[in-house]
């Protein structure tokens, strides 16, 4: 296992379009984060994940926004009927159990909506 | 609520000469805190954590910090600066009670280390 994976490490989008992004975990983390990126910012949380639990999300994340992750593995994030303010690095992080356990980031989807 | 707060947008320092990267956090209880270094083109990569003990802690690529609970600070520090030490650092914190999830990550410090 190399770290955590992200798909697609782009996206350019209209605006009003839908877009999906994959975030594969290291294998045995049983916890994992979204959180959005935008520049000369750092990560601002936008949910996370326990198993196949959502336990806690952000208040930025409008009704636009869905995560899943069905079987506890990967994760996937909707933004539906983008806008060009969700323009943004989407990165992904795991982590083992405990609060003291560090997050391994995925390298994000970087996305631009025109 | 917790923050977490970078006070310097970038930091210049001579190859050589030690560094210090500084971060004030607000928790409640007794907070866990991180350092993370963010290269360009790169995901971030974990550095180093304080959770409890001694108030010095050591981490990759011969970075350290020194917490300090009187004063709120958990500062990135390095002896000696290489050029390949600059990039974008981020201080982040964690409250320290059971039911505390989310990690809050400050602004960032740009770190440039000239020859």
């Known amino acids: 296992d190399t770290g955590v994976s992200q798909d697609p490490r782009h996206k350019i989008t209209k605006r009003g379009q839908n877009v999906t992004f994959r975030c594969d975990p290291i294998s045995e983390h049983n916890r994992l984060y979204w959180y959005r990126q935008t520049l000369g910012q750092g990560p601002e949380f936008l949910t996370y994940f326990q198993n196949e639990a959502q336990l806690e999300k952000s208040r930025l994340l409008s009704d636009r926004f869905s995560a899943e992750r069905p079987k506890g593995s990967f994760s996937t994030l909707e933004i539906q009927r983008t806008e060009q303010g969700d323009s943004a690095m989407y990165l992904c992080a795991s982590s083992e159990p405990g609060l003291t356990s560090e997050q391994y980031f995925g390298p994000g989807t970087r996305l631009t909506v025109t | 609520a917790q923050s977490v707060a970078q006070p310097e947008d970038q930091v210049n320092v001579a190859e050589g000469n030690p560094l210090t990267v500084k971060c004030t956090y607000s928790v409640s209880g007794n907070p866990y805190l991180f350092w993370y270094v963010q290269y360009p083109n790169r995901g971030l990569q974990f550095l180093l954590k304080y959770i409890t003990g001694d108030n010095l802690v050591k981490g990759s690529y011969g970075f350290e910090a020194e917490f300090n609970k009187s004063q709120t600070s958990f500062h990135l520090k390095k002896p000696s600066a290489l050029v390949s030490d600059s990039a974008l650092y981020f201080c982040?914190?964690?409250?320290?009670?059971?039911?505390?999830?989310?990690?809050?990550f400050g602004s960032g410090t740009r770190l440039s280390i000239r020859p």
């Open positions: 982040a914190v964690r409250a320290g009670y059971s039911s505390a999830s989310k990690i809050i």
